[in-house]
């Protein structure tokens, strides 16, 4: 069983940045595959980012590329989304996501809204 809690989410302007993080409890994190996706109000949850579980392979949705960076530290058990040149269509819930075989884990979300 694995417990996501993200946090880090809040307003900025069109242009600013933020930083998701998203703490995991729980054995073997950096055996999951993490990931975030959001969900804009009306909209489906799309797909963001996801990093392996050493870290050192990536993967972005094409709107992102460019301007988010997913890191994980696997020390600590946390997976990070480094949002910058935010836009006003980046308004969404974002979520944390753990993955792992047929094991898929869900945080609450965290709310991030930009402003133009």
């Known amino acids: 069983q694995v417990q996501l809690v993200e946090s880090g989410g809040g307003s900025a302007q069109a242009g600013g940045s933020l930083r998701l993080s998203c703490a995991a409890s729980?054995?073997?994190?950096?055996?999951?595959?993490m990931g975030w996706f959001r969900q804009a109000p009306g909209k489906g949850r799309e797909f963001v980012a996801a990093?392996?579980?050493?870290?050192?392979?990536?993967d972005y949705a094409d709107s992102m590329k460019g301007r988010f960076t997913i890191s994980r530290d696997n020390r600590k058990n946390t997976v990070y989304l480094q949002m910058n040149s935010l836009k006003p269509e980046d308004t969404a819930v974002y979520y944390c996501?753990?993955?792992?075989?047929?094991?898929?884990?869900w945080g609450q979300g965290t709310q991030v809204t930009v402003s133009s």
């Open positions: 990093i392996n579980g050493k870290g050192d392979s990536t």
């Open positions: 996501n753990a993955g792992l075989g047929r094991y898929d884990y």
């Open positions: 729980g054995r073997h994190f950096s055996s999951y595959v």
